[in-house]
């Protein structure tokens, strides 16, 4: 195990690059024993692990141990409380599979780091497929969005394209596309029982769902809401339909 | 209308003291139409509202308009977006009904500001009647609870109150209590179909509900989770309960 000393050195200065969407074209970071765990079960490559010294015995088995200080830990990880380790992980490369049949969950240009880990998390939950997302949402390799995802990015493939390409593999599958929007000119979920494979659609914070999707979908969904909110934050919509739909 | 040029002023410095929570204990501060308008409508004591001067003219009819450069909004405001207006509401004083009948959301200990306010938000949107919140979960009038609970709080009465008097009001009123939790040890909701009053009881991020709320409710519940994934966030999984129960 290699002893780090200094905020200077190298490794560490590389590593904290990579809580720049920029930087993370080969690799990412995650903080706390949860997400290792869940990088090791699923089988993750583990590139290199920040450590204190008093938790390195729990990863000596781990590749390219480092230990550091609290301080320089503090440093590499994003949250107030990294629980003393922090991994450097390998991105994936994630193909289109071949043919596309199950559930999935596609969001478009969800903005908010919370919301977007929170989605995939409650798909994982559920036991969808995959979850689509547009090249417009909240990059899944920030550590916010890790944090709220908790590990379910290791559980089910989370394709990222442009939305037009997203829409044009669900039809050339014949996947049912049910798009939700604000308006109550569409269907209330309770009547939407999804038979085949199907993706639901959830659009972005404050403008709902895209023309184009308006378009492609083949049924538009709404959850019709009897009290004075105006809308529904949209990651409590979107696990108020993807449980509706198992 | 008083045009104030100076972050030193008094007015500005009293109002800023209200972002903490000690500070709040008769008045609170708003940020953006949305919420100034929702105060309007709910007939909420508007102490004194703080404008940028290009805006001014939306607020002349209300009491007390302090005019202020867009440095000194940023400083009353929470959001790197406060909308040019940032606004002192009074507290209101909310004494406990007389009778309990309806459906009512209860959170136990919910620590996350923006869970509390989605979680209120839900509550209102699916017209339940109030939320009962213990008095260790976050204070409702901070900016952050209050971004994120969008007004609801004007549509619908939230009572805070230790947790075991909570329990115990209702208990006298006979108002079911349906609590959840993690264990699959208890009913799915899917099998839960609340006749009369109830109180639904959403714990703790990390604990969920404590040893007095299982040992008061009339039943308990959980989410059957087909997937991977451990746990929902307890703002998803009280959407789907609080929709599933109307």
Redo the contacts between chains.
């Keep these: 195990m290699e002893i780090i000393r200094s905020k200077a050195n190298t490794s560490v200065k590389e590593a904290k690059k990579l809580h720049q969407k920029k930087h993370r074209t080969s690799s990412y970071l995650i903080e706390g024993w949860h997400l290792l765990e869940e990088a090791q079960k699923a089988g993750a490559k583990i590139e290199q692990v920040f450590v204190v010294e008093e938790l390195a015995d729990r990863v000596a088995d781990l590749p390219k141990v480092k230990v550091v200080s609290p301080e320089i830990l503090q440093d590499l990880a994003d949250s107030p409380s990294p629980q003393g380790v922090v991994a450097q992980i390998g991105l994936p490369t994630l193909d289109l599979p071949e043919q596309l049949r199950g559930r999935y969950l596609v969001l478009e240009d969800v903005q908010d780091p919370?919301n977007v880990g929170?989605m995939i998390?409650?798909?994982?939950?559920?036991?969808?497929d995959g979850v689509f997302m547009s090249d417009k949402s909240a990059d899944i390799y920030s550590m916010k969005v890790l944090r709220?995802m908790?590990?379910?990015h290791f559980?089910?493939p989370v394709y990222r394209q442009p939305m037009s390409d997203i829409l044009e593999f669900l039809r050339k599958n014949q996947v049912e596309i049910l798009a939700t929007t604000l308006s109550s000119q569409s269907v209330d979920y309770k009547q939407v029982r999804p038979q085949g494979s199907f993706a639901l659609v959830m659009g972005n914070e404050g403008q709902g769902i895209s023309e184009q999707v308006v378009t492609a979908a083949d049924q538009l969904v709404h959850?019709s809401?009897?009290?004075?909110?105006?809308?529904?934050?949209v990651?409590?919509?979107?696990?108020?339909l993807v449980?509706s739909f198992?």
Tied chains: 1, 2.
Excluded: C, K, W
Excluded at 121 to 128: E, F, N, S
Excluded at 225 to 233: D, I, K, R, T, V
């Design positions: 919370g929170t998390r409650t798909a994982d939950a559920a036991a969808y709220s908790q590990g379910s559980h089910l959850i809401m009897p009290g004075q909110a105006e809308s529904l934050n990651a409590v919509a979107a696990g108020i449980f198992i």
